[in-house]
């Protein structure tokens, strides 16, 4: 065994398959606390990333340090790491944690300020708040089958011009509040609608549908996902036609096919929406396509970074 690899064999033990890094340090997963003082926690003055694993490789491990890069730029948070530095800092807590099928966040945080300053989130220094853990999925090993049962809410999503959904936020309270109307409606998730009553995403994902073998996807009031990028790049791979366009309820909830898509999950078929069985109440054939090649085409490593 070489030094490096001495080194990790000793602290993967301590790390016991969750590994932090925290305000410049790196520490077990439970060791990592942050002061309830800070505005990234009484704020939510917060963004983050998540990057997955699979097979011990990143997928567009990049792209999700720029869209990091781009939230954090946008709310005025400029932490002491470079890019370069934070993606290291990620593939080491991978080689920590020891775990081949991971989830990855990366989130910067507003501390508070210094006694005596002014109370303007100017005065306060931004950090990082990093970590690997097992794999973590939206949906469920039975979802993964059946299809996810979705459903429209009466909550909406904030609007754009009050905060962009394009820089990843913990801002919840409305997709919460659509989480439990889904659970007193006997669904999985909520889709939720801007005041115009176009579609704009759930809690934790992008949305599609497919009418008439046409993929089509909200053109905003979402956030940029990654792995809707993906599939944009499948549907040209695969010859599907696609639009990216604003798209009303009545459109959506009369689809063919619907799919979710996120980096913890993939992309996820759907076979209700607002209790419609879609299709014969089995995740449909374009979805499960555009599914299957996604996942075949990361086992060839499209899109990957090796970590060891
Ligand atoms: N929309 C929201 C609100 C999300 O939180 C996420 C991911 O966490 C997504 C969409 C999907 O984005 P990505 O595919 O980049 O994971």
Known sequence: MDAMTDELATLRGKYAGAAAYLDGEFMPLAEAKIPVTHWGYRRSDVTYDVVGVRDGRFFRLDDHIARFRNSMNALHMAPPESDAEIRDI?????????????YVSMECLRASPAPGALRHPASCRAYLSCSAVPWISVVSAEMEVRGMHLMIPRVKRVPPASFDPRVKNFHWGDLTAGMFEAKDAGADFAVLLDEAGNVTEG??????????GTVVTPARGGLDGITRLSVFELCEELGLKLEVRDVSVEEFVN?????ACTTAGGIMPATRINGRILGNDVPGPISVRLKETFWNKRAEG???????
């Open 90 to 102: 990620l593939l080491r807590l991978v080689l920590l944690a020891d775990v081949r099928d991971s």
């Open 203 to 212: 809690p934790g994902f992008n949305v599609f549908h497919i009418t008439d």
């Open 255 to 259: 689809a063919d096919e619907i799919f």
């Open 302 to 308: 499209w899109h990957g970074t090796e970590i060891l």
